[in-house]
């Protein structure tokens, strides 16, 4: 197998990709990571395959370069995954075992197949099962989180000799960040937290007012949010644990999706996004130790431009 840089491979201007990020992700977030020179990538988990081809539909007459899906395996849909591999450049899947069956799809339908993981033997494994790129993931990531150890070190254990692109994520969000990341072997790097305050997200204004306000040290890896997903390990900010445990009623609040709206039960994994009500400081406020670099609400292609100013 030839190694082949991730540009190259998934070609795009700029070593960068857009976590997935559910549904505080966006077409149009996608779309502006894209035109600005990265991967934008769609969060479809738990989406049924005729919303998941409506939403990609859309996305592809947004932007004329390539965009990738991104599925969380305990929620997959395989016609989804199907339908995402006829319209996507890229197929990625996380939190599971990687699984060359889900690889074969992927690929029958034309895109690259990729896997983000938390260990190197994960990686290898995804190698094994035929993943085109793989996404090694450390602990100061935001949202949920697969791997026990510093990003450092799970890519310092893998990126020896690694016969495919390695994408590094967890904490990367400043120009540093990436030449770090960069330097230390990784071919591309996966951002998620800052592109949460990206004006194309649909993250609520608390939510991204919590995340201008907050630093590395807010945040605490838990899994305190998980109805509708245990045994998830995941970075949030402390605050909305504190919050969230002194809650005076099992229902915090509510989202819209589709047409209609949602309780949002206590602990549950949903994340505010623009349309929510109720006790936001209550709900899951997701975010990596790059929340140092969060300092404004901005549009997607000047986050981009800051990151990338010295690569």
């Not at 030449?179 to 937290?193: D, F, P």
Request: charged share 15%; aromatic share 6%; glycine share 10%.
């Amino acid at each position: 197998m030839t190694t082949r840089s991730f540009t190259d491979l998934v070609g795009c201007a700029l070593p960068l990709q857009l976590a997935g990020m559910g549904s505080v992700s966006s077409v149009e977030l996608a779309s502006a990571v894209t035109d600005a020179g990265g991967l934008g990538m769609l969060g479809v988990a738990g989406i049924s395959a005729a919303v998941v081809e409506e939403r990609l539909a859309v996305l592809s007459k947004s932007t004329s370069g390539p965009v990738g899906a991104n599925f969380i395996v305990p929620f997959l849909d395989v016609d989804a995954v199907k339908l995402a591999s006829r319209r996507c450049r890229v197929v990625e899947f996380f939190y599971g075992d990687p699984d060359a069956a889900l690889v074969d799809i992927v690929h029958d339908g034309g895109a690259l197949a990729s896997w983000q993981v938390g260990s190197a033997d994960e990686a290898f494994a995804a190698v094994d099962a035929g993943c085109d790129l793989v996404v090694v993931q450390g602990i100061e990531a935001g949202g949920h989180v697969r791997g026990v150890v510093t990003l450092a070190d799970v890519l310092a254990s893998t990126v020896g000799g690694f016969p495919v692109p390695l994408v590094a994520a967890g904490g990367v969000g400043t120009a540093s960040d990436v030449a770090a990341q960069l330097n230390a072997g990784a071919s591309a790097v996966r951002v998620g937290t800052r592109f949460v305050a990206a004006e194309e997200s649909k993250a609520h204004s608390a939510y991204v007012d919590a995340l201008i306000e907050a630093a590395a040290g807010d945040t605490m890896l838990t899994e305190v949010f998980s109805l509708g997903w245990p045994n998830a390990p995941h970075r949030v900010l402390r605050s909305c644990v504190a919050a969230a445990e002194v809650a005076s009623s099992e229902i915090v609040g509510t989202v819209s999706a589709n047409g209609s709206e949602w309780p949002v039960p206590r602990f549950s994994t949903i994340p505010p996004t623009k349309d929510a009500a109720g006790n936001i400081d209550a709900m899951a406020l997701y975010a990596g130790f790059s929340v140092d670099a969060v300092k404004r609400r901005q549009p997607a292609a000047e986050i981009v431009a800051e990151m990338f100013e010295r690569v």
